[in-house]
């Protein structure tokens, strides 16, 4: 199984609805057997992506295409006995969670993953926080 980690931010000119592009994701997602945790805090996209090696590669040369996303970059790529983040089609954070809710809820929800894609969410989170 493969998980890839990525954050990317919005290209100015884009107009992006995060609860469609919510709702896009989880049903390409569970069709795809994808799952993972997406992460957004109105500028940035932090996302996980965990399933089979093609799907999981098929989805994010979808995310590489799309023209809401720019300065794309891999934080982790890797191959994992187990997904990480559950079976959801897709967990998600909005950026109109109160700060402090926001990070509980990444800590409860990246509890599984590995420490160091932990800290990448619990770091991201705590960057909006402070913010």
């Given amino acids: 199984m493969r998980q890839l980690v990525y954050i990317s931010s919005i290209h100015p000119q884009a107009s992006v609805d995060p609860?469609?592009?919510?709702?896009?994701?989880?049903?390409?997602?569970?069709?795809?057997c994808v799952t993972g945790?997406?992460?957004?805090?109105?500028?940035?996209?932090?996302?996980?992506l965990e399933g089979d090696e093609s799907q999981v590669e098929a989805t994010f040369a979808r995310i590489m295409t799309d023209e809401r996303h720019r300065a794309v970059v891999v934080l982790s790529d890797r191959l994992i006995e187990q997904?990480?983040?559950?079976?959801?089609?897709?967990?998600?954070?909005?950026?109109?969670?109160?700060?402090?809710?926001?990070?509980?809820?990444v800590v409860a929800l990246t509890a599984g993953a590995s420490p160091s894609v932990r800290a990448t969410f619990?770091?991201?989170a705590k960057v909006r926080r402070a913010a």
Avoid: H, V
């Fill in 19 to 32: 609860t469609a592009i919510l709702a896009i994701s989880r049903r390409n997602n569970a069709r795809a």
């Fill in 37 to 48: 945790l997406l992460f957004f805090d109105g500028k940035r996209f932090l996302q996980a």
């Fill in 83 to 105: 997904r990480e983040f559950g079976d959801w089609a897709m967990a998600y954070n909005a950026p109109a969670d109160a700060a402090d809710a926001a990070l509980d809820r």
């Fill in 122 to 124: 619990e770091s991201f």
